[in-house]
């Protein structure tokens, strides 16, 4: 991985991390509407008269169908050819397939630099073994295990960090480990897709609910790839979102616009903050902003507030402007999402 240490950009940082409240499982959300078929084929009347006019989340979801070869490869034909190209999986069903990176393909682009987040646990703990496994065995790792040991040498108190550094970070981490070192919890969040290399940004070809349900106008697209568990705090967006999932699941809860406010403006005055919603700042990812915004959204007095979806591979999830959403991934595979912003 030459040159990793000296292309890192460090962004700011703040201070101690809690551990994410467990998911309630029994919490009594509405499932979010949803149509069977992949968003390549979904009838453009059907979504604009169900989701973009009404201003109303729906996923977009292949999970309803029979597990069979057969079902998987029509799956594969239909999904974005990244979901082929940069993962692979074992044969089965949705629920089934165990994802990791396609390293033969994506190391060829090793040294495109990405934006990076990184969670360590309060005590470091986890990513101490890491490092140290790295840097005793003869496993390739040893300049990913420097690489990390930066972050916990900077200070014993900051447990959420931002910096940008090549995909070849991501790909050494991604490997396997033995059952008793946990991988560094690396996430690639928000990685425009215009800065990628052409080759990879062929593999994401505008759907055409983006392009034609709409004026046709694209805002922003990004690729999320990471180690799990990922996490996206609760926020909103100023455009219609197409969140496309490419490698295992995620769990998205929804509010509508004025119950996310409310959600929002309680967690401020009981911390006494006065935060902006409008961006993934740090505040929201550690400290008593994210303790607060987890447990109003996932802890176990939520009842009946929003909707929610688990998005597995091949699915599509429409979050139309304004609704509050919070994402979590799903199981312990390498997780990989899409999304474009648009109207």
């Keep these: 991985m030459p040159g990793l240490i000296n292309t890192i950009a460090r962004a700011s940082r703040t201070t101690l991390l809690r551990p994410y409240s467990s998911y309630n499982e029994y919490a009594s959300l509405s499932s979010v509407d949803r149509i069977v078929g992949t968003f390549a084929a979904v009838d453009l009347t059907e979504f604009r008269k169900r989701a973009f006019i009404p201003e109303k989340p729906l996923l977009i979801t292949t999970k309803a169908r029979a597990a069979s070869n057969t079902e998987n490869a029509i799956w594969l034909d239909q999904s974005l050819p990244a979901a082929r190209r940069w993962f692979s999986h074992e044969p089965g069903n949705a629920s089934s397939r165990v994802f990791t990176l396609s390293e033969p393909y994506l190391s060829r682009f090793q040294d495109t630099v990405l934006p990076y987040e990184l969670i360590i646990e309060p005590n470091g703990d986890a990513l101490q073994r890491y490092i140290n496994w790295a840097q005793t065995e003869n496993n390739g790792r040893q300049e990913v295990a420097t690489f990390l040991a930066q972050?916990?040498?900077?200070?014993?108190?900051?447990?959420?960090?931002?910096?940008?550094?090549?995909?070849?970070?991501?790909?050494?981490?991604?490997?396997?480990?033995?059952?008793?070192?946990?991988?560094p919890r690396l996430y690639i969040a928000q990685a425009q897709i215009a800065d990628l290399p052409k080759e990879l940004q062929h593999d994401l070809p505008t759907p055409r609910i983006v392009s034609e349900a709409g004026k046709g106008d694209i805002y922003d697209a990004n690729i999320w790839m990471g180690i799990p568990p990922t996490y996206t705090p609760l926020h909103k967006d100023p455009n219609p979102n197409l969140f496309v999932q490419l490698a295992s699941s995620k769990r998205v809860r929804l509010f509508e616009p004025a119950a996310g406010s409310a959600i929002f403006r309680s967690v401020q005055q009981r911390i006494g903050q006065h935060g902006s919603a409008s961006f993934r700042g740090d505040e929201m990812m550690e400290g008593p902003e994210r303790d607060a915004l987890d447990e109003a959204v996932w802890g176990e007095e939520v009842r009946g507030e929003g909707y929610e979806a688990i998005v597995s591979c091949g699915d599509a999830l429409f979050i139309p402007k304004g609704w509050w959403h919070s994402i979590k991934s799903v199981g312990g595979d390498i997780s990989g999402s899409v999304n474009w912003w648009f109207r």
């Design 151 to 183: 972050f916990l040498s900077e200070s014993n108190s900051r447990t959420f960090h931002r910096f940008h550094a090549p995909l070849s970070l991501f790909l050494q981490a991604c490997q396997a480990t033995p059952s008793h070192i946990k991988q």
